[in-house]
């Protein structure tokens, strides 16, 4: 048995919450234990950038403890106890709630692998007994869904892309994604029958996947359309024009877009994919970016006078 958990960010019984909690019921059904979180019922306060958490982790004072007293520790203890992470949002301005990002930016460094891997690895080292939650490596599928009520797609468009901040950090695999756009033409999913049989065939998908004896079999991708990007199967890329260069905003790994037969396709080489911010190599390089150069950077001399002109300005 497995432990499933789906985080909606939607509002109480709507199309969001409703539809993860059709995934949910399949879910149970197949034996696995379930967990429903709503983070807008918590008081989850926003991130400051003070980077007090990093410090903590890289210094080895703590394990990314957050200078906020809030509900956050909630959301991760229940993502860390989780094998499958199911995150759902509605979709404001082509992208989703803010909320979400809140989530994400609380989440961030501070629960990255690599930035825990290195803690761990120096702490065993130099014998510090402050040991990261064992919890934070172990494998997990996710899958992303979206609610929009535009009836074209395009506003939508920003959603899922950003959707998988929620699962980089922790190196979720994440197997499927759904958007429903045109929520505006019914009152309520429960009214949209092949709405509710995607949310079906998402449980599907979660069930198989967590049944699966290999790795290979656990984190192959499962969605319905197989994406541009080998790595996250999505098709937003940022694009160099006068050239054949393309990168995927998702995983910032760089291939080149060739025309065949009239029709695009886009190759990647394996080192690429292997640096992809939703893998190891991609995580652990911007790990050691920040070890090397943030938390290094060069001192201003008289920083406090020079920003006095600057204190009240427009104010």
């Given amino acids: 048995m497995s432990k499933v958990t789906a985080f909606s960010f ?12 059709e995934v949910l019921l399949k879910c149970q059904e197949a034996g696995h234990e379930i967990r429903f979180i ?25 394990n990314g403890t957050c200078i906020h007293k809030d509900d956050f520790h909630i959301l991760e203890d229940a993502y860390y106890d989780a094998d499958c992470v199911l995150i759902g949002s509605p979709v404001y301005e082509t992208s989703p709630s803010g909320t979400f990002k809140t989530f994400c930016d609380r989440f961030g460094p501070s629960h990255d692998i690599t930035f825990l891997a ?6 065993l080292a130099n014998g510090n007994p402050l040991m990261p939650d064992e919890r934070a490596f172990k494998p997990r599928i996710g899958c992303l869904v979206g609610v929009g009520g535009a009836r074209t797609e ?47 065939k998402m449980a ?6 967590l049944a699966a004896e ?37 995983c910032g790994i760089h291939g080149v877009v060739k025309m065949q037969a009239g029709s695009a396709t886009y190759e990647f080489s394996q080192a690429e994919q292997d640096r992809s911010r939703m893998r190891w190599g991609g995580k652990l390089e911007h790990r050691n970016e920040i070890a090397n150069g943030a938390m290094t950077q060069k001192k201003v001399e008289n920083l406090r006078e020079l920003k006095e002109k600057y204190l009240h300005v427009g104010e």
């Fill in 154 to 200: 395009n506003w939508t468009i920003m959603t899922i892309p950003i959707m998988y901040e929620g699962m980089m950090s922790a190196g979720v695999d994440v197997i499927d994604t759904h958007v429903y756009y045109g929520a505006m033409n019914v009152s309520h999913i429960l009214g949209v029958p092949e709405q509710m049989a995607r949310a079906d």
């Fill in 38 to 62: 709503r983070p807008d019922d918590l008081d989850i306060k926003p991130c400051t950038g003070c980077c007090a958490c990093v410090v903590g982790i890289m210094s080895g004072r703590t």
């Fill in 204 to 209: 599907e998908n979660v069930i198989a996947a």
């Fill in 118 to 123: 290195e803690a761990k690895k120096e702490r």
């Fill in 10 to 21: 939607g509002r109480k019984m709507s199309n969001t919450d409703v539809f993860l909690k």
């Fill in 214 to 250: 290999t790795d290979e079999e656990r984190t192959k991708w499962r969605g319905e359309e197989p994406g541009a990007c080998p790595v996250c199967h999505q098709s937003m890329f940022r694009v160099y024009p006068g050239t054949d260069h393309v990168e995927c905003a998702i």
